[in-house]
């Protein structure tokens, strides 16, 4: 018998989904180029407000060696006091506003373990001192001298927690614990807590103290002051570092902070092991330096700090 041969047509209208995906094209590319943008921005941002806070810092510290009356002395003490703590606000936000586009990132240097906590911990022992509270080291001896990682970056998780221990603390003490959790192949998990004998916190504030700004109420805010930024930007570093933070805090009688490490074992550096010997001033003298440095009140500062050891600066 005879056979029908026929053919179906079907029409579909894709404008729609061809303008759907144009318009998210359109989306994607302004939002790669606000990234771009933003990111640009901060670091302008970031190189625009530290250079004229570095020498403000530097000059104040260079003032400060000169022979100076009483009045005048008091006045550029709080100038350069006041000079330190803006710095600390300027690095939380511009941190804080690096974390948040991503900008922000992790070294893997060697760096020696002891030496990175001890610099923090002689950095801020000063204020735990003036303030009468007893500050304690506790280092474990088992923990290896050097490992791969972010000495920076771990200095900057330290000084925000000592600080907070420092600033929330009227008296007791605060104590600095590095100890080895274990040892597995070629790497330490190790754990530094730090311990304080302050104001601490309520259980429910202990969910929000992450947020962004967030200080426990107003009034805790007016007196210690701070951005609230700190241990936000410490979580965030813990996390890009590959570590664990825990808190745990109670009302009236402090709060203790913990972040957790693996570090991979490394060796020594070779430029180290011939650098280790401090270079001795008088061999200075004569030495020719080229000092290179856009901003001019850096060159002033870089010039007068260089002038007492008889280099010639170009």
Known sequence: GDSNNGAVISFVNIS??????????????????LARIRSEFLSNMSH??????????????LMAKTTLNS?????????????????????????????????????????NLKEAIDKSVNILGFKAEEKGI?????????????????????NQI????LSNAIKFTSEGSISIQCSLIRSENNKQVVRLMVSDT????????????????????????????????????????VKLMEGKLQISSQKGSGTTVSVEFAFEQTSEPEQLKTINQAIE???????????????????????????PYGVEVK
């Open 16 to 33: 729609e989904q061809r303008a759907a995906a144009e318009a998210r094209e359109r989306a994607l590319i302004a939002a790669e180029n």
């Open 48 to 61: 625009e407000i530290r250079t004229p806070m570095n020498a403000i810092i530097g000059l104040g510290s």
């Open 71 to 111: 009045v005048q002395a008091t006045y550029l003490n709080h100038i350069n006091n006041s000079a330190k703590n803006l710095l600390v606000i300027l690095n939380d936000v511009l941190d804080f506003s690096k974390l948040e586009a991503g900008k922000l990132s992790i070294e893997k240097i060697s760096f």
């Open 134 to 154: 007893a500050l304690f080291n506790n280092y474990d001896s088992r923990i290896a001298s050097w490992f791969l990682g972010d000495p920076s970056r771990l």
């Open 158 to 161: 330290m000084m925000n927690l």
């Open 198 to 237: 302050g104001i601490g916190m309520e259980p429910e504030f202990l969910d929000k103290i992450f947020e962004k700004f967030t200080q426990e109420d107003q009034r805790v805010s007016k007196h210690y002051g701070g951005t609230g930024l700190g241990m936000t930007i410490t979580r965030e570093l």
């Open 281 to 307: 001033i008088p061999a200075l003298k004569g030495k020719k330096i080229l000092l290179v440095e856009d901003n001019p009140t850096n060159r002033i500062v870089a010039n007068s700090m260089l002038q």
